[in-house]
């Protein structure tokens, strides 16, 4: 059964750092890409960033270019994400997701709130 736990959400001042943390498991196959996503309250859910899991190619929505990185451990099969220069348009939950194609996301994780504040 595949399973993604997301870990290191919490409370920061605006301009402040956190790191997010998606462990995998269960995987009975390859992955081909991994995401972070995010919802704020009253808005649907939005890409921020993905890397491909043997590449290494990483895609950034607008809004977390040059403040967030996405980075990967494939033997411990751990995804990250590094956000710094965090602004309260931030606050959401943020979602760890897998896919196994070039489209779509097949699992996702219960998600870790981060909030920032002004």
């Known amino acids: 059964q595949v399973q993604l736990v997301e870990s290191g959400g919490g409370l920061v001042q605006a301009g402040g750092s956190l790191r997010l943390s998606c462990a995998a498991s269960g995987f009975s196959f390859s992955i081909y890409k991994m995401a972070w996503f995010r919802q704020a309250p009253g808005k649907e859910r939005e890409f921020v960033a993905s890397i491909t899991w043997t590449a290494g190619i990483t895609n950034y929505a607008a809004s977390a270019k040059g403040r967030f990185t996405i980075s990967k451990d494939n033997t411990r099969k751990m995804v990250y994400l590094q956000m710094n220069s965090l602004k309260p348009e931030d606050t959401a939950v943020y979602y760890c997701?897998?896919?196994?194609?070039?489209?779509?996301?097949?699992?996702w994780g219960q998600g870790t709130q981060v909030t920032v504040s002004s």
């Open positions: 997701a897998r896919g196994s194609s070039v489209t779509g996301y097949d699992d």
